[in-house]
């Protein structure tokens, strides 16, 4: 059975609380289109809040560490993102990748941990502008998601798979639909050889970098797009809203 389309917000390192009318904007649009699955992902410090106030979206959390507690100042644990009210968390997002040097073990190691706190998990991946100019793009992106996935039982509801070429986040440009598609399928032919036919199948892959109102319609009816992920166009109800209509 086809998920429904969904729609995923990284609020990034924005926000505080006056933002949480955006969520509360987001929640009471969202109600009235059912048909599409809405979460955003605030900063850690609007989680709480988030989860209380827009009790129909879901709301997830943008990193979290490998381990259940201990001596790592700073961090935040999976199982205290659970209880603060997080349903998911997005892992192996390029900017951690890149600005915080973490591997794919690493990444599977937190995304091992957050499966078990009872957390679903949006695995990122995507290659750079020199790798997609090599040619490289598909093997890059195929390898890197190999190593950061982790083992699971039932994947097709706890796992989403986010494809985010890194120079279209943040930057205004959007692959072409031609390679999203080629991407995306190279991406479900992993899936469906690490999970099994019937389960990689069901695994909704989301397509991430510079989606907007004005592309999402294109984007989202794409073959093997199962969503998207949003970044800037997330901050506001309006914006963000307006590409969950499209989907
Ligand atoms: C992102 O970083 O997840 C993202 C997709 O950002 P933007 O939509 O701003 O490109």
Not at 31 to 46: D, G
Not at 175 to 199: C, N, S
Request: glycine share 10%; aromatic share 4%; charged share 25%.
């Amino acid at each position: 059975m086809a998920l429904r389309p969904y729609i995923v917000g990284n609020w990034k390192m924005n926000g505080t609380r006056a933002m949480l009318s955006e969520a509360r904007a987001i929640d009471r649009a969202a109600q009235r289109h059912m048909k599409v699955e809405v979460a955003i992902a605030p900063p850690y410090t609007l989680i709480h809040a988030a989860h209380r106030e827009a009790e129909q979206i879901g709301i997830g959390a943008q990193d979290c560490h490998p381990g259940e507690d201990g001596a790592f100042t700073g961090d935040i644990s999976a199982p205290m993102l659970a209880d603060a009210g997080a349903k998911f968390v997005i892992l192996g997002h390029s900017e951690r990748r890149e600005c915080h040097g973490e591997s794919n073990e690493l990444v599977r190691s937190k995304a091992e941990a957050a499966l078990k706190a009872g957390m679903r998990v949006i695995m990122c991946c995507g290659e750079s502008a020199s790798t997609r100019d090599a040619g490289k793009a598909v093997k890059f992106v195929t390898d890197q998601l190999r190593a950061s996935l982790p083992e699971i039982e039932d994947p097709d509801n706890l796992l989403t798979v986010a494809y985010e070429p890194i120079w279209a986040i943040g930057t205004g440009n959007t692959a072409t639909v031609a390679d999203i598609e080629e991407m995306h399928r190279a991406i479900r032919a992993l899936l469906v050889e690490l999970y099994g036919a019937e389960k990689g199948a069901e695994i909704r892959i989301l397509y991430g970098g510079s989606v907007k109102p004005d592309n999402a319609r294109e984007i989202l009816a794409a073959d093997e797009v199962g969503g998207a992920l949003v970044g800037g166009a997330s901050l506001t109800a309006d914006s963000f809203m307006g590409i969950a209509l499209a989907a």
